[in-house]
């Protein structure tokens, strides 16, 4: 499957309780259909000391929300992303502005 959202990319968050907020992409999970965005869905999580990490406690980290809930932002609007042939090259395509992403 070829990748519509990409690591790094700016998107939107559809649904939820971030509901309209922007973030970059830091990882995705193809196989669950799962990403991690910045500041988005920030829980809290319960961390025993280890030898990497000294001091335990409460820390708070990014979990990931479902790639659908998500839509990539160009030319700060969410829009839609499509695939064409441009030159013999295969590029995103911006549904809402109809011109390529990237390349």
Request: proline share 3%; no cysteine; net charge positive.
């Given at each position: 499957?070829?990748?519509r959202?990409r690591?790094?990319?700016?998107?939107?968050?559809?649904?939820?309780?971030?509901?309209?907020?922007?973030?970059?992409?830091r990882?995705?999970?193809?196989?669950?259909?799962?990403?991690?965005?910045?500041?988005?869905?920030?829980?809290?999580?319960?961390?025993?000391?280890?030898?990497?990490?000294?001091?335990?406690?409460?820390?708070?980290?990014?979990?990931?929300?479902?790639?659908?809930?998500?839509?990539?932002?160009?030319?700060?609007?969410?829009?839609?992303?499509?695939?064409?042939?441009?030159d013999?090259?295969?590029?995103?395509?911006?549904?809402?502005?109809?011109?390529?992403?990237?390349?």
């Amino acid at each position: 499957m070829a990748a519509r959202i990409r690591t790094g990319d700016m998107v939107e968050v559809l649904t939820g309780k971030n509901k309209g907020v922007r973030g970059v992409v830091r990882s995705i999970d193809p196989r669950n259909q799962r990403v991690v965005v910045e500041r988005v869905n920030m829980v809290k999580k319960h961390q025993k000391p280890t030898a990497q990490q000294r001091q335990g406690g409460i820390i708070e980290m990014e979990k990931s929300i479902a790639l659908s809930n998500v839509a990539f932002v160009h030319e700060g609007e969410p829009t839609r992303v499509g695939f064409r042939t441009v030159d013999g090259k295969k590029v995103r395509w911006s549904r809402k502005h109809n011109e390529a992403i990237d390349g």
